[in-house]
């Protein structure tokens, strides 16, 4: 799956220029212009790393990171601030309520790319690994094949993305609504119960031979991947 990008920026020309290079370089990019539609939106999904422009209407971009960093589901969410403000002081402030990196406009697209690639390897490097293992399981992405000890596992390619969104985030339990949005997409409408069908059917695809089981039901929660 690819790793999930939100650009909040509200001038528009720079906001196409950024969600045209990430996905070039084969990101998921979601694009917002205003502080308050970002914290709503990050309240319901949780990208991999943020783009926040210091300069927002409805909230500004360094209040928003405030906010972010106090709530568990985001306090670790990887943020770089972009911002005219080049100055020392406002580089401490913006590093001080909890952005991660910081680049000052005009920036060279190539060098932000590198910083966004650097970040992800850094903080988050199950989104860009090729493979993923998770005990004995182990997923190719390139390849789209799975091992469980050294036994291929086929899958559909349904059960394999949930097996690849689960892995990405070993031990975290993902309600039924998280992983219709990170597995189907938030634009296509699914039934909740579809989720249980297909991780039953990733349950058997790879609980051969009396296997301990990995998926994790959490009733009244959802599921998640046993690290």
């Not at 709530?71 to 401490?92: F, K, N, S």
């Not at 997923?139 to 091992?147: A, G, M």
């Amino acid at each position: 799956m690819q790793p999930r990008i939100t650009v909040v920026e509200d001038e528009e020309a720079l906001s196409v220029l950024l969600r045209y290079n990430l996905e070039s370089e084969g990101y998921e990019v979601e694009t917002i212009m205003r502080g308050d539609e970002a914290e709503l939106r990050l309240q319901e999904r949780v990208p991999d790393l943020l783009l926040l422009d210091w300069m927002l209407p409805g909230v500004s971009g360094i209040e928003l990171c405030r906010r972010l960093r106090a709530r568990a589901e985001t306090e670790r969410l990887p943020i770089i601030m972009l911002t005219a403000r080049g100055e020392e002081a406002e580089r401490v402030r913006g590093l001080s309520v909890g952005a991660d990196d910081y680049v000052v406009k005009p920036f060279s697209t190539p060098e932000l790319m590198a910083r966004v690639k650097a970040m992800l390897r850094r903080v988050k490097p199950e989104t860009i690994s090729t493979v993923l293992r998770c005990g004995d399981i182990e997923l190719d992405r390139e390849t789209h094949r799975v091992h469980r000890k050294s036994r291929e596992v086929r899958l559909g390619p349904t059960e394999f993305r949930l097996l690849e969104f689960l892995m990405a985030s070993p031990g975290r339990v993902f309600s039924r609504s998280q992983l219709l949005d990170g597995v189907w997409g938030h634009d296509i409408y699914v039934d909740e119960r579809t989720v249980d069908v297909h991780v039953g059917r990733l349950r058997k695809a790879l609980n051969f031979a009396n296997m301990q089981d990995v998926i994790r039901t959490v009733r009244g929660a959802g599921y998640s991947m046993e690290a």
